[in-house]
């Protein structure tokens, strides 16, 4: 891992211009380092519209233009005579950056694959057998029967292995985002790039890599869970994200979204409540209310993780229920107060999110800043396209 910030490498991450072994070294210090990670989720931004502007030769007359008006710009307005072309420099950039917004014209980038190895059996792709080593290519599907298995390999990114029983398909592989869909089955991904670069969309949410190691499983319903064993997922879909550490789990049903999450190690009667507090849709209030008196008994110090999650998914007098049993189990930090928390305050939700180790999101928004890269984005581009002519 680098051990000075990595901020000044992501543009070159984002254009594949760093080594396979300094890319490793990239993504190790993103995860660890909050500040480099909210920079390049930035610049990964930026690269990422830039990536779809339409390369389109500009007809000749406009370069013709340019340097007539240098010329007579020298000649006739003294210090000023760099303005003129750089106003048409800069309609350009604006008229092209514009043209991306009101035609909504997005070219994607050239069809591309993954490579894939057959590990089991015989794995089909487009119901045709693979071979030992073959191309997985956007679009295409992959399926495992009974006996078969397959493993993905994605460069820079990391592995995927995809279980008996399993039907895959390529949505997207580029620098700044690799997708997979899992219609139903199971797969491990291992995952070495930098954070919001690998997801894997299921039938009843989105999970979004955050530098880690998980298995994902998907079955015949749609139902979906997600078990993590190193760093974090995030599980998109409706209106939450819960974010997913290592050692725990978490089920998303199908015109549910995602249930809370919560440690594997926590009881069984503790996960049993906690499914049915989650998914039991015709569950009356008072079985609700039963689940919850459970969930708070059966919590150790560790699952307030969970509790943290529920303050927000309960009514009021419940959430006072779940505030006492959590500062039972684990002291609020400074500035957090119970009539705060039953208020739902979103700072010091976000306070005691830190406290539990939860806070790993707090720095992924990009900030304003985001444009300054896009333009410079938009200018290494224009400058690339002189270079061509
Ligand atoms: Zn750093």
Redesign the pocket.
Known sequence: MFSK???VLSSAYCHHELSHKDSQRFAE?LIA?P??RGDFEEVKLGAKLAERLDVLAAPASIWSNVVANLDTGRRTSGRYYFLKPLAIAASIVLLIAGGLWLSRRITTAPSQSWQVARLVGTPRIDSKSMSDQDQFAVGQWLETDAASRAQLNIDDVGHVEIDPNTRVRLLQTNQSEQRLELAHGRLSARISAPPKIFFVNTPSGVAQDLGCAYTLQVDDAGNSVLHVTTGWVSLQATDREPVVPAGAACATKRHFGPGTPYFEDSSETFRTALTSFDFDAVAEQSSKRSSLDVILREARSRDAMTLWYLLSRVNNNERARVYDRMTALVAPPEGVTRQGILNLDQSMLDRWKVKLGLSWDEVMQPKHSVWKKLWKETLGRLNGLQEKR
């Open positions: 910030h990595v901020s210090h380092c500040g480099c």
